[in-house]
């Protein structure tokens, strides 16, 4: 769970806030002159940054004040929260590192070319006790 600090409130947990989309999307100056695919595009298209976002939240359970907030959409981080109507901060947006556990190394096991080896952990199998045989009535 999240630890959102509000800027009129302080730190309260995240059951508190209501997410409200992307930050700084400015309304069109003339909304009456834009085209059913320009409004469109102002009310559905959003960014989807892998990394830093900048993100709209409303305190509802507290002061029910907006406010914004640059938050790691990879990690969760937050990196800053500031007031409606005040600038971004600026922050050297580090693009998010891939992550996974795929390895793309010629012995790896996602590739198929060889069997992990377990010869020092606690699942090896002893040499002697092992069975290359299925018991009797087993189906492969």
Not at 35 to 47: G, S
Request: hydrophobic letters at 35%; proline letters at 6%; one cysteine or more.
């Amino acid at each position: 769970m999240l630890l959102i600090s509000c800027p009129n409130c302080g730190s309260r947990d995240e059951t508190e806030f209501h997410y409200g989309g992307q930050a700084h999307v400015a309304y069109p100056e003339n909304p009456n002159e834009l085209t059913d695919k320009e409004w469109a595009h102002f009310l559905f298209y959003r960014e989807n940054t892998k990394g830093i976002f900048a993100e709209r939240w409303l305190h509802s359970t507290g002061c029910r004040q907006w406010f914004n907030m640059l938050r790691d959409t990879v990690t969760y981080d937050i990196k800053a929260v500031y007031a409606m109507g005040t600038p971004r901060p600026d922050l050297a947006a580090k693009a998010a590192p891939e992550s996974g556990t795929a390895s793309l190394a010629a012995d790896s096991t996602t590739t198929g070319t060889a069997a992990p080896s377990i010869s020092g952990t606690s699942i090896a199998p002893a040499a002697s006790t092992a069975s290359t045989t299925a018991p009797e009535g087993a189906t492969k």
